[in-house]
């Protein structure tokens, strides 16, 4: 045997170089002859004859030759498994039910702690959705890779999900990629004209519903700000002003858009008295609509600046700089007119207002997609919100109010992400909201490290509180797989600073204590979900007060100076 055959190779070996021979009078030796002291520094044997020698290179040439024998009996073993796991499933008794990935289930965090969110595909869709607790977003499988492998975060794929391939086919064929329920399905397959009539008819019943809602929100008594109010820059929604709150709840945001514009709206019914006195009330309207549309074109086409952002006075402008549908457009610009807040003039407002809200009623359903119609108001009405929360935390950043101004410049980051995904004039300028997010955020973690190492036990709570509650959700929500150089650099700092004070000899142990236990909430963004509580809802009085405080603010950017509207 090979084993057999390597112990006689072994003591042939050892008899060769242990015992002489009878030849060791021929034999030559190793190294040149020298001194007695040299040859003994010289490892033993001292002499090998030619055949000791020849015998050796024998048996390492043969192990050799065995080793690369056996090396490339592995190699050709390897070969043959892999080889059979490719082959595997080409059995046609295996591939008789073809499936596909239908959802992956994604773990974060630790073994014993940590957070689940899943990757469901949608058939209608086509497409990845992400639902990660109440959230449910629309993915893309580069993503879902991301998340899957893991990388800079410490997430990976928990569990895979496969559905039979006909099923998912099947599913697919049968929503044929519409998103409408059953009730729009079966709608679908009446004949057209029964079709066309049940849409008429739900088209009246919205009508309908919109001015009764209207129609009770002009019940409601109009509350004039009080001189201590009206000296103020906002005026929020979550106040004493309940009248505002009731006209909030039941105006659809196209109402309240134009509620917004009202004042421009009224300055272009005042100038068609002539049209109106000459011609009649359709005239006039027609004048006011294409004199106000042609006003707002010429303001959407104007170059902006960074001290004057055109889309904060009016809708219509941000419809027109991002391509709106014209009859988006156009029934925008009618509702303005059909608004039953126009109460100016009784005469001539309030039968240019009846004459516009005939008009609307004549629009069919065919006319304007009401779905899309709503989404256009929708992201206005985000944009909106975008502008104010990031003008209110560039304020009160500037006035040195980090707590208040870092939640609103997140929140104003968060909603703006989702504007920007539909378009760069969607939103605003999202550097310019990253940046003062980042520093505002350390300088409330010099604010929280300082109160900290007080040894106060007040300032101490007051220092954690705001870790716990701000910084460590900020740094939560910033810690994506987008996040930039920047923003992870800041994270880095803030986490260096607190990693400094481990150790510190004048802190007690109750202290260390207590930063042992935020540490682990500061390193690892995965062992839990942080929800930073939304800040107050405020608004400005009228686009003209938003525009001013935009053009305040970007002014004191530049300037360096603090910020103060009138």
Not at 426 to 453: D, H, M, P, T
Request: glycine share 4%.
């Amino acid at each position: 045997s090979v084993l057999e055959g390597k112990d006689a190779r072994t003591e042939d070996a050892a008899f060769f170089l242990s015992s002489p021979s009878p030849q060791q009078k021929s034999s030559t030796p190793l190294h040149p002859s020298g001194s007695p002291a040299e040859m003994s520094e010289r490892p033993a044997p001292h002499v090998v004859s030619e055949e000791e020698r020849n015998l050796v290179r024998s048996c390492l040439q043969r192990w050799r030759n065995e080793i690369e024998q056996d090396v490339q009996d592995l190699k050709e073993s390897i070969t043959r498994i892999n080889l059979c796991i490719e082959q595997m499933y080409c059995d046609p008794l295996l591939q008789q039910v073809p499936y596909r990935l239908h959802a992956v289930l994604v773990h974060e965090g630790q073994a014993n702690a940590g957070h689940y969110w899943a990757y469901i595909y949608d058939q209608p869709r086509k497409s990845w959705l992400k639902y990660n607790d109440i959230s449910v977003t629309e993915s893309s499988w580069e993503e879902l890779e991301r998340d899957s492998f893991g990388g800079l975060k410490n997430a990976s794929a928990y569990c895979l999900m496969y559905i039979s391939d006909k099923v998912s086919r099947f599913v697919a064929d049968k929503d044929d990629g519409s998103e409408v329920g059953q009730f729009q399905q079966e709608v679908e397959a009446l004949p057209p004209e029964l079709r066309h009539y049940i849409q008429e008819d739900n088209w009246r019943l919205e009508q309908e519903a919109e001015e009764w809602e209207e129609e009770q929100s002009c019940k409601i008594p109009q509350m004039e700000p009080s001189p201590a109010s009206g000296s103020q820059d906002l005026s929020s929604e979550s106040g004493p002003d309940q009248s505002s709150v009731c006209e909030q709840s039941v105006r659809s945001l196209s109402s309240e858009h134009a509620m917004i514009a009202k004042e421009q709206t009224a300055k272009a019914i005042a100038n068609t008295a002539d049209a109106y006195e000459k011609n009649g009330v359709e005239a006039a309207l027609c004048e006011a609509f294409h004199e106000e549309y042609s006003r707002l074109y010429l303001l959407a086409k104007e170059t902006p600046t960074p001290q004057n952002d055109a889309r904060l006075q009016h809708v219509l402008i941000y419809f027109l700089q991002n391509n709106a549908p014209q009859q988006v457009v156009e029934r925008t610009l009618l509702e303005q007119f059909a608004d039953k807040n126009l109460s100016y003039d009784e005469s001539r407002s309030i039968s240019i207002m009846k004459v516009a809200r005939a008009k609307l009623r004549e629009i069919g359903p065919d006319d304007v997609d009401m779905e899309e119609y709503k989404r256009w108001h929708e992201d206005y009405s985000l944009f909106r919100k975008v502008s104010v929360y990031l003008l209110t935390g560039l304020e009160l950043y500037q006035n040195r109010k980090y707590q208040e101004s870092l939640t609103y410049l997140v929140y104003a980051y968060q909603s703006n992400t989702k504007l920007l995904m539909k378009g760069t004039n969607r939103g605003v300028n999202e550097s310019l909201i990253a940046l003062y997010r980042r520093k505002c955020l350390l300088k409330l973690n010099e604010v929280a490290a300082s109160l900290f190492v007080s040894c106060e036990e007040a300032r101490v709570a007051e220092g954690i509180s705001i870790l716990n509650e701000l910084i460590i959700p900020c740094m939560h929500l910033m810690n994506n797989f987008e996040i930039s150089k920047e923003d992870l650099d800041a994270i880095e700092v803030m986490r260096n600073r607190w990693c400094s004070y481990l150790g510190r000899e004048d802190m007690d142990a109750k202290l260390q204590m207590k930063l042992g236990e935020l540490l682990p909430r500061l390193l690892d963004c995965s062992t839990e979900v942080v929800v930073l509580k939304e800040p107050p809802k405020i608004r400005p009085n009228s686009p003209y007060d938003l525009c001013s405080r935009f053009a305040a603010v970007m002014e004191s950017i530049h300037g360096a100076s603090t910020v103060t509207v009138k």
